[in-house]
């Protein structure tokens, strides 16, 4: 079964690879995700606050000079980060050596002079693509739509002409109108589109009277949302298009192509079982497609896509309709 793939430029054997995650902090996990078949290696992201802590922390122990070193108490400790920034650049470098398929980099941050420097070193450093994870929480009540699409935008404008490497966009779901967003970003030359960051909800502890930060890997279910917005950007963007969350196994991956993915981004399931899981997914698409006698991965991919649907109100409102009136006591 042909499984080839194009994502971001890339060529790709297949379309299954590794989210960004802490798995690539270790070179002996990497090695193990190329084993098991991964077409590409998503770094982790690389924070604004990581950036802006190392030049802050720079800054004063320039200028304390003879101070008291307990000034520097009031920092956040460095090794909070997995990796800082040096640290970072010196990954993707060990990355690119230990094994031989591309390494997308990732950038986090919130404004356009946050990224510009590191995507340039990044670039330097080996990377054969960015993935730029725009993760923002709108929390002021003054700040518009608009305005808030705007930061994506501007983030765009600064870092797509500064680096030559394909560069994409990790949006999360609640931009009052992601399709528009992304068609504005598709007109300024972005290479691809991520569809969603996952936004970790926090908790309450209502004894302690504490917000309290919650990891709960994902499943199944929250692939739902991403294949509805797969399947409206198919074809309406000129971009790629990967789906990260809620990929758990085989049958996942194939709706993920047939709603229009050129990239399907694997995470807690390889925290859960390990790289291996990545193989059985990678064989199970490959079975899946020769068992219902398609040729390619290509002619799968987009099948159920907004365009190529033979419902396509199925996608919008119709289908809310038709969901309410579906249930039975």
């Known amino acids: 079964m042909n499984l080839e793939t194009t994502y971001l430029g890339l ?18 996990t990497v090695r193990r995700l190329e084993d098991a078949g991964a077409a590409a290696i998503v770094m982790h992201s690389l924070f604004e606050e990581q950036i802006e802590q190392e030049m802050v ?7 304390l000079g003879h101070s008291h070193p307990e ?13 800082g920034p040096d640290r970072y650049l010196e990954q993707i470098q060990a990355i690119k050596r230990a094994v031989h398929v591309p390494v997308i980099a990732s950038l986090n941050g919130t404004t356009a002079s946050g990224w510009l420097r590191y995507a340039r070193l990044l670039e330097e450093a080996g ?34 002409p500064a680096v030559r490497i394909p560069v994409c966009v990790k949006l999360s ?21 991520v569809l969603f960051n996952r936004f970790y909800q ?14 709960h890997l994902s499943d199944s279910h929250e692939l739902l949302l991403r294949l509805r917005w797969l399947a409206v950007l198919a074809g309406h963007v000129r971009g790629s298009l990967a789906v990260s969350g809620g990929v ?17 981004q694997m995470v807690s399931s390889l925290l859960r079982h390990g790289p291996d899981r990545l193989r059985l997914v990678r ?30 109100q199925a996608f919008e409102r119709a289908n809310y309709l038709r969901i309410l009136q579906s249930w039975q006591p």
């Open 11 to 28: 060529s790709l054997p297949h379309p299954i690879m590794p989210g960004a995650s802490p798995l690539v902090d270790d070179l002996d």
């Open 57 to 63: 922390v720079a800054h004063r122990l320039a200028s």
């Open 71 to 83: 000034a520097l108490s009031y920092f956040p400790e460095p090794d909070q980060y997995r990796l």
């Open 127 to 160: 990377a054969d693509a960015l993935e730029l994870n725009v993760y923002h929480v709108a929390t002021d009540p003054y700040e518009t739509g608009m305005q808030v699409e705007t930061r994506v935008i501007d983030v765009m404008l600064s870092v797509k």
């Open 173 to 193: 779901p609640f931009y009052s109108s992601i399709a528009h967003l992304a068609g504005q970003l598709d007109d300024l030359g972005v290479d691809g589109f």
């Open 202 to 215: 926090p908790d309450l502890d209502v004894e302690a009277l504490e917000v309290v930060p919650r990891l």
């Open 248 to 264: 758990h196994d085989a049958l996942d991956a194939v709706k993920a192509v047939m709603a229009g993915a050129h990239a399907v």
């Open 283 to 312: 064989e199970g698409l490959a079975r899946w497609l020769e068992e219902h006698e398609y040729e390619s991965l290509a002619q799968a991919q987009g099948s159920l896509s907004l365009q190529r649907c033979p419902d396509p």
